[in-house]
């Protein structure tokens, strides 16, 4: 399987912005359950409850990408590791919502598919692609990039 296309650049919104949310979250189990939290509420009180569960999954996997590769390498001031940070967008225009998950690492998302469905590691990207209309990444100067994906808003036929 070769991997998608990547765009550098997040896609603009296709109309006017309709809503925007944003939130930081530490790369953490509560992190991450705060995270999908969000989620849900945002997409509940968007009126985007058909669109939940496939959202959901998609910050999930970003997310969990993103703590795997930027949190090794976070430090707090005092030189001692600390929790890293990433910070999660959603935005809302009348036909698509793009999910941002931003983290503090320069490298570029691998997209490497697997051989075997039941690796435990190594599929987030895939899952990504597969519930998206498209997805990439951008850089963050002066450190750090944001991987995005773009979802439809139209509930399912």
Known sequence: MTPPPMPETMP????????????RVECSR????????????????????????DTTLVITELAANAATHAAPGAAGTTGMPAA?????????????????????????PVYAPTGSALEEHGRGLCIVDALSEEW???????AGKTVWARLSTCPPI
């Open 12 to 23: 603009q919104p296709s109309g006017a912005l309709s809503a925007s949310a944003a939130l």
């Open 30 to 53: 509560e992190g991450f359950a705060r995270a999908r939290s969000f989620t849900r509420d945002t997409l509940h009180l968007w009126s985007l409850d058909h669109r939940c569960d």
């Open 84 to 108: 890293a940070e990433i910070r999660l967008g959603f935005l809302l225009d009348p036909t698509h919502l793009l999910v941002t998950v931003s983290d503090p690492d320069d490298h570029p």
């Open 136 to 142: 990439g990444w951008t850089p963050c100067p002066p």
